[in-house]
């Protein structure tokens, strides 16, 4: 697994589910195999800085046909909206917060 792309779901009975990649865990949560009231944190693992996980909610993502990531969504996420615009101004692509991006991914399942 490449730590930049990780992210995992707790429940509030305190099961961890880990996933290799952002989209992983919106496929997860969009998915019926786990309602809304059960999760107590969704963490993703921020490209820049991989080794401390962040609150989904509060992340930013970019989707950037140049930056690949595990299953094939170009999905990165970011701890901050400067990050992620730094890497949009090299890389191109569009920025979503976590709202946005599960909404992305409900109209482009």
């Known amino acids: ?5 990780g992210s995992e779901a707790v429940t509030k009975k305190g099961k961890v589910f ?10 997860y949560y969009l998915s019926d195999n786990i309602s809304e ?4 944190m969704l963490l993703i693992t921020s490209y820049t ?22 299953m094939g969504e170009f999905l990165n996420g970011f701890s901050s909206k400067e990050d992620a615009i730094k890497f949009q ?3 191109g692509g569009d920025i979503y917060n976590w709202e946005e991006l599960l909404n ?5 399942r």
């Open 1 to 5: 697994m490449d730590s930049r792309f």
């Open 18 to 27: 880990k996933f290799d990649s952002i989209e992983c865990l919106v496929h």
């Open 37 to 40: 009231s059960e999760i107590s």
């Open 49 to 70: 800085n991989p080794n401390i996980l962040i609150n989904a909610y509060d992340g930013f993502y970019l989707i950037s046909k140049s930056m690949p990531s595990p």
């Open 89 to 91: 101004v090299e890389q």
């Open 104 to 108: 992305y991914f409900k109209v482009n």
